[in-house]
């Protein structure tokens, strides 16, 4: 029996330093995986977020 634990994952890319700090902002997109097998590439946060909570809602029997 495969184990669900879906996670989601934000894409961020690293910015231009300022004042010699690293930077950071999210893009926009982010990656859902699961254990099982599950994984649906980079998609739009919301995409990655709404595979993730139907794939954990129906994992569970
Ligand atoms: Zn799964």
Do not use: K
């Not at 997109?29 to 946060?45: E, H, I, K, N, W």
């Amino acid at each position: 029996m495969a184990q669900h634990d879906p996670n989601v994952e934000a894409e961020i890319r690293e910015t231009p330093p300022e004042d010699g700090w690293r930077c950071f902002e999210r893009t926009g997109q982010a990656r859902a995986t699961c254990p099982c097998g599950l994984d649906t590439g980079m998609v739009p946060v919301s995409l990655a977020w709404g595979t993730a909570t139907a794939h954990h809602v129906a994992a569970w029997p």
